[in-house]
């Protein structure tokens, strides 16, 4: 089942333009992780970020995490065609089974030249 | 270094066949995971290997998916009796020790295509 549900399901924004995605979850978490997928295949960590970290940077990427709310958001800022994919959350359970990952719905994000 | 391999890259069957999948995860990595993303479910986590600890079953749909993992490295993805509702691609991941656990590697999948 998902956990967690992206907002909004698609965008699309001109190049060069940021780009903001919304994920919300259910329970409680130990982490909470971004992916990209192109073309319907593999999919590529972006970036972690664990349940006592509220901001974390990388490149052109910037997630917030609120865990009072149980809700994170994904900034892609000066955004290339390149970034044309569909981007993903995913939650990491808090004890055993490791740390299997629990998948929101997704955002198609789409960046026009 | 090598990334997570997963083959065939595209399966079709017949339904009621088996099919097996494989994944190779990246070379000393101890955690592998299964999940598979089909339209209607989205990306739903299978099943789990961590080192010679017994697996985490808990995402198989059914009781006829099951999975092996040979000698710490390897697994291979049984469906037996494929239905249609199988049809999807089966994701494999690997993941490291320590903090570098939570990151996962995904392969590229495989394609499975029942008819």
């Known amino acids: 089942s998902q956990q967690g549900e992206e907002d909004p399901q698609a965008l699309s924004i001109q190049e060069g333009e940021n780009a903001t995605m919304n994920c919300s979850y259910k329970t409680s978490i130990n982490n909470l992780q971004w992916y990209r997928q192109n073309s319907g295949r593999g999919l590529v960590h972006l970036i972690l970020i664990r349940s006592n970290e509220r901001e974390k940077h990388s490149g052109r990427l910037r997630v917030t995490l609120d865990t009072s709310k149980k809700s994170s958001s994904l900034l892609i800022t000066a955004s290339r065609a390149a970034d044309t994919a569909s981007y993903f959350c995913a939650t990491g359970g808090l004890t055993g089974g490791g740390n299997k990952l629990t998948f929101g719905t997704g955002t198609q994000l789409k960046v026009e030249l | 270094g090598a990334g997570v391999s997963q083959s065939p890259s595209n399966k079709v069957t017949e339904k009621g066949k088996d099919v097996e999948l494989r994944c190779d995860p990246i070379?000393?990595?101890?955690?592998l995971y299964w999940y598979r993303q089909s339209l209607g479910q989205g990306l739903e986590f299978l099943i789990y290997?961590?080192?010679?600890?017994?697996?985490?079953k808990s995402g198989l749909p059914s009781d006829r998916f099951s999975a092996e993992r040979t000698g710490g490295s390897v697994s291979t993805l049984t469906i037996q009796r494929t239905q249609q509702e199988d049809s999807a691609v089966y994701l494999c991941a690997s993941s490291g020790r320590g903090r570098a656990f939570n990151e996962q590697f995904f392969g590229p999948g495989t394609r499975l295509t029942v008819l």
């Open positions: 290997f961590q080192g010679n600890s017994a697996p985490d």
């Open positions: 070379s000393g990595h101890t955690a």
